[in-house]
């Protein structure tokens, strides 16, 4: 018998053709079998989908449908629930469903025929049939009476630990875990997970970091911990560095059940685990769990969701919560909606010398163009001179360049908005990102008429040479002269660089590490007494109303890096210190940063951001397009918006006019961007819905416009 099947490719996100095909099949196949089909000249894979109304007026216009080509056979359907995150994911973030659905899938699955993936799963002996899936990975008797006795032996937890991993169990969650830096946060999900899959015999767990860099150490401890007790291949890791045909295995175990744990980055929320029932979130408020290209969803807000639709817990850690998160977490009071988010609090660090010092340096002090500032130095010379290790944090992080005169602290400030006007570099203007407010660089500082304005922070790359100078003479205690190592985006492009400048710092080879934010997360180096941060005052005054939010977690990510070792610290005889060079040493982030108090830094900038109606009080979009030309790009952002007027939850939001991105030509690229904003996220949600089709149209009218995107819940505007 022949059936019309309705199939999910891979579209084009400007086709137009959002919705599965339709295609004939000799069998009935289950929704969510992969199949392969031909798409023009190719042949794609493809995923079984509903729609069948689609499918019969497809039938109806008397198109000839064409057969699929072949079917996954060995491979289990993907199950209702990974469907509906897909729906989820593709409605929220405005791709289509085939796009997102197709890129969940591991590249190599995608080209793999059916006998190809058959001899490769007989080869991995990884095939599993139909229903007996779950009978195989359950345990054998026999394992089950051994399975005690086995079980792995973690730390004996703290008060604070158990009574964490308690709520954990009791409450439904979702779970903040607001923990300081070392207060034991790994070891909590490590239980946690262990609970879970002692508890559940088929149960799978996905524990989510934000960097690629931070997993193959925890990937080990996860392993030594587990696969003693449930066998080896029960933890898999998933993330972009991996080789094509290892992420096809973890996939496959994931997918099958046989992985009761994966370790994975942000790509890793979309997984297929038919038995997930916890979801980790490390390090919740790293912006790196936002993708930026192609569907640009939020991997710890998809987290959130997916917990949601398939039962699972969630559990999302921090130092320094997201301010979304953290408001999510808020208690519930007389004024305020009832908190979403169980707050859990593990203020203790583990067996640790208490936080550093922070300490200020009022870079107004200092004489003009200073770098480092002298009693800085004299202070990095001590430490080298005891063997101690410092850190150099630059804080250069792409933060759009506010003018400023160093003089009298003008800065250029947008007479319209609470925003400051971006410098760009040009056409030599000042721009507002918000209200795209124009004016002219000044020659001369508008408030003292000094000639020195400039734009707020600087070119850093000769640092590293410039403290070498400065360092000269310096011994460490072996005689030798300091040795000084460079960590960013630019020192380890290469593979394995950064893993080989890590290792350096571990043994001790490295006395002073200059590096950007790369250095400042979840490393634990065991000798670092001194960290230093310089050039923060750009984020301090950022047309990025989260820049703040940013540089407070940078400092105290940085912060806790230092005094790691109980022993070494005892050793220094020195308390470890924070150095923070500044034009603003009484702004409010520092006092807090002195503090060590997050609750307050937070509490602070959600009344801002409350007052201003900043998120997370209200919801924002990016339309951004690419043109040859500005003009091109701004005037099909201007139509697009004029045509906006009448639609369906337009009247609940504001559409900004036009305006340059901050690096606003890439490659020979003009880019723009309208910003909308709404304080419901239902009328965003159903006006982006109906925009859709009017850009499309409106693209092909604007044959100069190369591209347009949306980015829903932008992290940068
Ligand atoms: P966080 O992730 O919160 O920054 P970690 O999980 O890295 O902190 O823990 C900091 C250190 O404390 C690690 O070396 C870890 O092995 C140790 N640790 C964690 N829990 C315990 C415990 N219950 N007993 C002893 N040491 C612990
Ligand atoms: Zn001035
Ligand atoms: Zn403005």
Redesign the pocket.
């Given at each position: 018998m022949t059936v019309i099947l309705s199939v999910l490719v891979p579209t084009p996100a400007h086709s137009g053709v959002g919705g599965p095909l339709s295609y004939l099949s000799e069998e009935a196949l289950p929704k969510g079998t992969l199949v392969r089909v031909p798409l023009g000249h190719r042949e794609l894979l493809g995923i079984v989908w509903d729609g069948e109304t689609e499918a019969h007026a497809q039938a109806k216009t008397g198109l000839i449908l064409r057969p699929i080509s072949g079917v996954l056979h060995p491979l289990l359907a993907l199950n209702p629930a990974w469907k509906s995150l897909i729906r989820f994911t593709a409605r929220y973030y405005q791709r289509s469903e085939g796009e997102v659905a197709l890129a969940a899938l591991p590249p190599y699955l995608r080209e793999l025929r059916p006998e190809q993936l058959t001899r490769r799963l007989k080869r991995k002996a990884l095939a599993v049939h139909g229903k007996t899936a779950a009978a195989d990975l359950a345990p054998s008797p026999g394992i089950a009476k051994h399975l005690p006795p086995a079980l792995p032996k973690?730390?004996?937890?703290?008060t604070e630990?158990e009574a964490v991993l308690q709520e954990i169990d009791l409450q439904k969650g979702p779970f903040l875990l607001f923990?300081?830096?070392?207060?034991?946060?790994?070891?909590?999900?490590m239980q946690a997970v262990q609970r879970l899959l002692q508890a559940q015999p088929t149960a799978q767990a996905l524990v989510m970091v934000p960097e690629i860099n931070l997993t193959p150490q925890l990937e080990q401890r996860f392993r030594e911990r587990f696969e003693p007790w449930l066998g080896a291949g029960c933890v898999v890791a998933m993330h972009s560095a991996m080789t094509p045909a290892q992420r096809l295995n973890s996939w496959l175990a994931a997918h099958n059940g046989q992985a009761r744990m994966v370790l994975g980055t942000r790509m890793a929320v979309l997984a297929s685990m038919p038995h997930l029932r916890l979801i980790v979130v490390?390090e919740e408020h790293d912006p790196s769990y936002k993708q930026q290209e192609g569907a640009r969803y939020s991997a710890r807000d998809l987290a959130v969701y997916r917990g949601q639709l398939e039962g699972a817990k969630v559990l999302m850690?921090s130092?320094t919560p997201s301010l979304e998160s953290w408001h999510h977490s808020r208690a519930a009071s007389q004024e305020k909606p009832a908190g979403r988010y169980v707050r859990l609090h593990?203020p203790s660090?583990?067996?640790?010398s208490a936080l550093p010092l922070v300490r200020r340096v009022d870079m107004n002090r200092q004489p003009r163009r200073t770098v480092f500032a002298g009693v800085l130095l004299d202070a990095m010379r001590e430490r080298i001179g005891l063997g101690q290790q410092i850190l150099v944090l630059l804080n250069r992080r792409g933060y759009a360049p506010v003018l400023h005169c160093p003089s009298c602290h003008w800065k250029s400030q947008c007479p319209h908005c609470s925003a400051f006007q971006v410098f760009h570099k040009l056409d030599r203007t000042l721009r507002c990102h918000h209200c795209s407010h124009t004016s002219a660089v000044p020659r001369a500082c508008p408030e003292c008429g000094d000639t020195d304005v400039r734009a707020m922070g600087r070119g850093t790359e000769q640092l590293e040479e410039l403290l070498a100078t400065q360092l000269e003479g310096v011994r460490r205690p072996d005689g030798a002269a300091p040795r000084i190592a460079r960590i960013d985006a630019d020192s380890t492009r290469t593979k394995g660089a950064l893993e080989n400048q890590l290792a350096q710092v571990h043994a001790g080879e490295v006395d002073v590490l200059v590096g950007t934010q790369m250095i400042a997360k979840?490393h634990?180096f065991r000798r670092v007494s001194l960290v230093a941060a310089l050039d923060t005052d750009g984020a301090l005054f950022s047309s990025d109303f989260r820049a703040p939010e940013r540089l407070f977690s940078l400092l105290m990510q940085a912060a806790?890096r230092a005094g790691?070792d109980a022993q070494w610290s005892e050793q220094f005889g020195h308390a470890c210190e924070m150095w923070v060079q500044t034009h603003y040493p009484q702004h409010p982030l520092f006092e807090a940063l002195k503090r060590h108090d997050y609750p307050s830094f937070a509490e602070k900038q959600l009344q801002e951001r409350e007052q201003a109606g900043m998120p997370p009080f209200s919801f924002q979009a990016l339309l951004r397009a690419e043109a040859r030309t500005q003009d091109v790009a701004q005037s099909f952002l201007k139509a697009v918006s004029l045509a906006a007027a009448e639609l369906p939850g337009a009247d609940r939001l504001s559409l900004y006019p036009p305006v340059p991105l901050g690096i606003q030509r890439v490659a020979q690229v003009e880019r723009a961007q309208v910003l909308v904003e709404s304080a419901s996220r239902t009328a965003l949600q159903q006006f982006l819905t109906a925009w859709q089709p009017l850009l499309r149209s409106a693209r092909t009218q604007h044959r100069a416009v190369l591209r347009w995107a949306i980015d829903v819940d932008p992290l940068v505007i």
């Open positions: 973690g730390l004996a937890l703290t630990q923990g300081s830096t070392g207060s034991g946060k790994t070891e909590v999900y490390d850690g130092a593990m660090r583990m067996g640790l979840g634990d806790g790691r």
